[in-house]
């Protein structure tokens, strides 16, 4: 039977692939370490979990909810920007309650592209960043770029030879999967060549509060004048490990931000009102709840760090994110990132996420997520360490053993 038209469109998910033969490791009895999706094992503070029982006792607020977010919760996302980076936000017209920053993405693609639309997107990038489009009508074109001086040269080669001119640009620092942090700087940069060259910027955000070399990552709408181009879409799920709840906010430029609440009036009614509540607490607070998630995943990082490195695997240090973007080991890079994958599951009994998953220019590496404790990342790494010690003495056994099935 023929597939529809928006599911021909989209490739096969490489994470299954992964997930599958996770499953079936672990239904045969392995104790698997899974590093593999950014899945936060941390349990959402207190203070936020008592908030949502209060407000679910109260039987009004079991109606439907407001799809943009309740005034309360538009008001604390437009403080925390105040406080956060100086940005003044109308929560009225300028703030609106998304179900996770990938539901907002997703849905702003939906607002705003056309039929054959060309969206500048940066490769390796989160899936959703280029995959909202496409399955909007879109068209990607990636770029394999960074946040530094070869970025503005990058896209304008995309604008060069796009047809017709691209509607907006993807930007995500700390970037997932990379890790890699944009300055102030870089966005000034990219916002000038945005007005000059009539281009929406899309910014994704959700890791600016997990940051490990003592400078918050800046935020584009630090910029002035930047509101006239940009939106940002930010997540609680990391910052207060709150990934089930899924609660995340679009803010910014006022006609984009209508766009995307008058799509959402048509698709659902926003988060059960008890969880914007407790939300909006959580953003109300002090920051101690912020602070004390950063300071688990700066450990753990570290942990990581140095554990694999011992073990023989030298994994770069971000700064930033909840994520490692490791290159893989030269003898096994020729195998790609998938196969490799399939390899740390079948003989090391670890799960991390292939870079190709993110784009074919993450092949190279593959994506080791901060959630699992220090014992556990330090029982990865001893793993991987047995597992590169027998594959140099028995190179022919490294073949994944899916690769057979």
């Keep these: 039977m023929e597939e529809f038209h928006k599911v021909r469109r989209l490739p096969p998910y490489v994470f ?43 039987p009004r607020t079991h109606r439907y909810s407001s799809s943009r977010g309740i ?23 300028q703030v609106v309650a998304t179900l996770g920053s990938k539901e907002g993405f997703a849905n702003m693609a939906q607002a705003i592209t056309a039929p054959g639309d060309v969206i500048l997107c940066p490769n ?16 990607i074109r990636s770029l394999q770029v960074e946040p530094d001086d070869g970025f503005i040269p990058a896209v304008e080669r995309g604008i060069r030879h796009s047809i017709p001119k691209p509607l907006a640009l993807i930007l995500n620092y700390p970037s997932n999967p990379t890790a ?4 102030l700087d870089f966005y000034k940069d990219v916002v000038a060549f945005a007005k000059k060259n009539d281009i929406i910027i899309l910014s994704d955000l959700a890791y600016s ?18 509101i006239d181009v940009c939106v940002e ?3 609680m ?76 695997w030298t994994i770069p240090a971000p700064a930033a994110s909840m994520f490692a973007w490791a290159p893989i080991p030269e003898p096994f890079r020729h195998l790609g990132s998938l196969e490799f994958s399939k390899l740390l599951i079948e003989h090391a009994d670890v799960a991390v996420a292939p870079g190709v998953g993110f784009g074919e220019h993450g092949d190279d590496f593959v994506r080791v997520a901060l959630v699992e404790n220090e014992h556990r990342i ?15 003495k028995q190179p022919n056994n490294v073949v994944p053993l899916s690769a057979h099935r």
Excluded at 180 to 183: E, F, G, I, N, P
């Design 237 to 312: 799920s990391k910052t207060f490990s709150m990934p089930g709840w899924r609660m995340g906010f679009a803010v910014g430029n006022e006609r984009l931000i209508s766009a995307l609440t008058r799509v959402k009036s048509y698709l659902d009614y926003g988060a059960f009102t008890p969880i914007q509540v407790a939300a909006a607490h959580a953003l109300n607070g002090d920051g101690a709840d912020i602070a004390e998630v950063r300071d688990i995943y700066h450990k753990r990082r570290d942990v990581m760090v140095d554990a694999f490195g011992r073990a023989g």
């Design 180 to 183: 890699l942090v944009a300055s």
């Design 16 to 58: 299954e692939q992964v997930n599958r033969l996770k499953a079936s490791a672990r239904s045969c009895g392995a104790d698997i370490i899974d590093l593999g999706m950014g899945n936060p094992d941390l349990p959402t503070p207190k203070a936020i979990v008592d908030k949502l029982c209060e407000v679910v006792r109260d």
């Design 124 to 139: 390796p990038t989160y899936p959703i960043h280029a995959f909202g489009f496409i399955m909007s009508g879109g068209v």
């Design 233 to 235: 879409f930010t997540s």
């Design 71 to 93: 005034p309360g919760l538009r008001r604390a996302q437009a403080a925390y920007y105040q406080r956060r980076f100086g940005v003044k936000l109308d929560p009225d017209t």
């Design 209 to 226: 509060e997990i940051y490990f070399d003592g400078n918050p990552p800046p935020s584009v709408l630090q910029v002035p004048g930047a």
């Design 378 to 392: 330090r029982q990865a790494a001893r793993n991987i360490k047995r597992f590169l010690a027998t594959s140099a």
